[in-house]
């Protein structure tokens, strides 16, 4: 399975985005996580396969929204009020077999798209 994300770019402090990530084939779990230079690896947020199940970090909740479209097999990542300290690139994950409970670290995850580039600034 490949996963193919999009959607990132500069935005100006208190602007929005909306990440879109395809994969190209039936996943389970998909999370989004964010990498920025010098820091660690963090997953933003992660939603099971039904939808049902959603987890957010708490430095963005309230901020951003995930949400899956299992027809189109893609997961979207509303970021809203977006910060300097959001700056950072953004990737998407998934699972390829459902879990006990909902993975929120990298090492849980089995397929990762490119990464997209989330820069915000004045």
């Known amino acids: 399975v490949q996963l193919q994300a999009s959607g990132g770019g500069l935005v100006q402090p208190g602007g929005s985005l909306r990440l879109s990530c395809t994969a190209s084939?039936?996943?389970?779990?998909m999370g989004w996580f964010r990498q920025a230079p010098g820091k660690e690896r963090e997953c933003v947020a992660a939603i099971s396969w039904t939808g049902h199940i959603i987890s957010y970090a708490d430095s963005v909740k309230g901020r951003f929204t995930i949400s899956r479209d299992n027809a189109k097999n893609t997961v979207y990542l509303q970021v809203n009020s977006l910060k300097p300290d959001d700056t950072a690139v953004y990737y998407c994950?998934?699972?390829?077999?459902?879990?006990?409970?909902?993975?929120?670290?990298?090492?849980?995850?089995?397929?990762w798209g490119q990464g997209t580039l989330v820069t915000v600034s004045s």
């Open positions: 084939g039936r996943t389970f779990a």
């Open positions: 994950a998934a699972r390829r077999t459902v879990s006990v409970r909902l993975a929120t670290t990298h090492w849980e995850y089995d397929y």
